[in-house]
DNA sequence: AACTCGGGGCA
DNA sequence: TGCCCAGAGTT
């Protein structure tokens, strides 16, 4: 893709979005790290289903502590993996109330050193919470890249360093949100929405197949 | 690089 | 039924 056709792809994305909010909660950074913690392999929607009661007993780290392991296990075990992120989320809290006085540190390194969080949950963080022009390459950013010729790579990484290289600065901020909801529910994994996808004349997979992917 | 964790949604 | 979902940690 020409960088005035990236251009362009940007331009509609934020034509079509031109105020994105994260889908996960965000009433505090520290609801929004839990939230990104619960999303991993798990869908927003189930997600936002289980946190909604949460979030209105629990929405700090002391909080969580206090409400314990076991009854954070009732709210969150729709969501699945939960052993694993209920475990890590009261881990996650304590320290965040021993070493960061109960707040969420605005740096990487630091993020990424805490129980549940990686890279990817680390770079969305700092984009939703501290307004980071961060882009964390997760599985529909990368399917979205690749497909549509945006930032090809072969490995997350690849994608990642591509995305950085292409993106222009003035989409730099909202890039993550929008691609994200553009593989949500148009650029899709099994049925993608070419007949009413606003970039398919700037696809690479349409101008290689000449059609609409579709069915 | 290859597991494992995991319930829910959807075709 | 089988595949996928705003991945991370361990071996």
Known sequence: MTPD??????????KDNPNPRSEL???????????????????DV???????PLFKIVDTPQQMVDLGEDRLKDYIRSIGLYNN???NIIALSHILVEKYQGQVPADQKALEALPGVGRKTALVVLNVAFNRPTIAVDTHIFRVANRTGLAPGKDVRAVEKALEDVTPEKYRLHAHHWLILFGRYICKARK???LRCFESDLCAAVKETGIPLQS
Do not use: D, M
């Not at 189930?46 to 909604?52: D, L, P, R």
């Open 5 to 14: 056709s990236v251009e362009e792809f940007y331009r509609r994305l934020a």
């Open 25 to 43: 909660v965000f009433k505090n950074p520290y609801t929004l790290l839990v939230s990104v913690v619960l999303s991993a392999q798990a869908t």
């Open 46 to 52: 189930s997600v936002n289903k289980a946190t909604e």
């Open 85 to 87: 992120k209920a475990k």
């Open 192 to 194: 993608p929405e070419c």
